[in-house]
Nanobody, 124 residues
Framework: QVQLVESGGGLVQAGGSLRLSCAASGGTFSNYAMGWFRQAPGRGREFVAA????????KYADSVKGRFTISRDNAKKTSYLQMISLKPEDTAVYYC?????????????????WGQGTQVTVSA
């Protein structure tokens, strides 16, 4: 069983950058595909990006392609979400998630393990 803790959120101006981290403990990190999701006030949880166990395959939502990069360091048991060219519409609570699936999955219901979330606020 894996536990996830996000960090790195904060307040940034439009056009700025942030890097989110998701530290895992328990379980074998390299057994898990990782996903990042976000939820803005009054909206449902939205897929952002996913990465497979090795880091060799990634998947992105169209809204973040070219601006966000997901990565992982299995030795450090950490997944990252590098965000550049941030927009006010990126404002949300960002969650990382994990599941023992060999697939790159955008559906939040697939993921069995979730962090507590970290707030990202982008001012205009």
């Amino acid at each position: 069983q894996v536990q996830l803790v996000e960090s790195g959120g904060g307040l940034v101006q439009a056009g700025g950058s942030l890097r989110l981290s998701c530290a895992a403990s328990g379980g074998t990190f390299s057994n898990y595909a990782m996903g990042w999701f976000r939820q803005a006030p009054g909206r449902g949880r939205e897929f952002v990006a996913a990465i497979n166990w090795s880091g060799g395959s990634t998947k992105y939502a169209d809204s973040v392609k070219g601006r966000f990069t997901i990565s992982r360091d299995n030795a450090k048991k950490t997944s990252y979400l590098q965000m550049i060219s941030l927009k006010p519409e990126d404002t949300a609570v960002y969650y990382c998630a994990a599941d023992r699936t060999p697939l790159l999955v955008a559906a939040s219901t697939t993921y069995g393990y979730w962090g507590q979330g970290t707030q990202v606020t982008v001012s205009a």
